[in-house]
């Protein structure tokens, strides 16, 4: 590995340090353009160039040096996986697509967990470079080890089809922080990414504790799905319990729950039951859960709630919208 110069403007000094973080984290300095890579690959120019603006990235000038032989690899087994019919167009960039959002949104918060670290101990960047070299092996075998137990499990939840998708009753759940807004404005950003990394973590250990999965966090909503709507109310019920208290930290938060038919692909979940209980969330009071009728006959069958028929409510995309509210009842 080169040395970082050690005099000239800050300006060569930040691009010389840039060439080396470049270089280390890609294995070699790129030395190809986008006409040479897709030449390389066997793979049409137009094919690789809609593949690297699907993963995220600007497309660069045609003369512009910026490819490496990592990424003739990751286009040759691309075309494999295409010849192989594993991959058609569409899923192509279904799948394409997912990762590269999925990993940028996960290389952002690792290098700034790096950046913090350095900062912790002088702010040297080339620290930064030495830490990035130390973890990075360990942060790779970790992503691989969650990934094929994500794999796993959902295998043995039966959720894998031909196309990608899957269709089946499940209870969906929305949680939403009752005034995020107003509350977010008094707070530092270092403040409020800490509040937020708060909710979701304990929102996140009370859907597994019971049963539930996450399917995404939406910065003061978390949606998550259980099998049964006695599942996904003892989770709705749960979190908003803890945001009633006066002396905790949690905030006030409100929920909406629906079962129904959903949904899934790439992931994530979709469908009339998603929007339900979306809207059974944008008219919850504070510290309220709201469930729609076929989730309430679920839970009156249970026998363990308290369910009550409210009044019919007209709500985006439904005009005479059926909420019910649920407490805890005797079990």
């Not at 990035?132 to 796993?152: D, F, M």
Request: charged fraction near 25%; glycine fraction near 10%; charge should be negative.
């Amino acid at each position: 590995m080169s040395e970082i110069p050690d005099s000239g403007p800050d300006s060569e000094l930040d691009s010389g340090l840039v060439e080396l973080v470049e270089g280390h984290l890609l294995g070699e300095q790129p030395s190809l353009s986008q006409s040479q890579v897709a030449a390389a690959a066997g793979v049409p120019i137009e094919v690789a160039n809609d593949l690297w603006r699907l993963l995220g990235f600007p497309l660069p000038t045609a003369d512009e040096v910026a490819f490496t032989s990592s990424d003739v690899e990751a286009l040759r087994l691309t075309q494999q996986l295409m010849t192989l019919g594993v991959l058609n167009e569409d899923r192509r960039a279904a799948l394409v697509r997912t990762l590269g959002r999925s990993f940028a949104r996960l290389a952002e918060w690792q290098t700034s967990l790096l950046a913090d670290v350095t900062a912790g101990r002088g702010g040297d960047p080339v620290d930064m470079l030495a830490l990035a070299g130390e973890v990075l092996p360990s942060v790779e075998y970790l992503q691989t080890y969650i990934w094929r137990r994500h794999l796993a499990s959902v295998v043995t939840r039966g959720l894998v089809t031909a196309s990608g998708t899957a269709s089946a009753a499940f209870a969906v759940g929305f949680v939403d922080i009752v005034g995020y807004t107003s509350r977010s404005k008094s707070m530092s950003d270092d403040e409020l990414v800490e509040w937020l990394e708060e909710f979701e973590d304990v929102c996140t250990g009370l859907v597994v504790e019971r049963g539930g999965r996450v399917i995404k966090t939406l910065g003061d909503a978390v949606l998550f799905v259980a099998d049964t709507a006695g599942d996904a109310a003892l989770i709705a019920l749960a979190i908003t319990s803890l945001g009633a208290e006066d002396d905790t930290p949690f905030p006030q938060v409100r929920a909406g729950i629906a079962y129904g038919e959903v949904v899934s692909r790439l992931g994530d979940v979709f469908g009339p039951t998603v929007n339900i209980a979306s809207r059974l969330t944008s008219v919850a009071r504070p510290d309220a859960v709201l469930v729609d009728e076929q989730a309430a006959e679920q839970l009156r069958d249970d026998g363990g709630f308290e369910v009550t028929r409210l009044r019919r409510t007209s709500v985006k995309g439904y005009s005479r919208l059926q909420p019910y509210l649920v407490r805890p009842g005797a079990r």
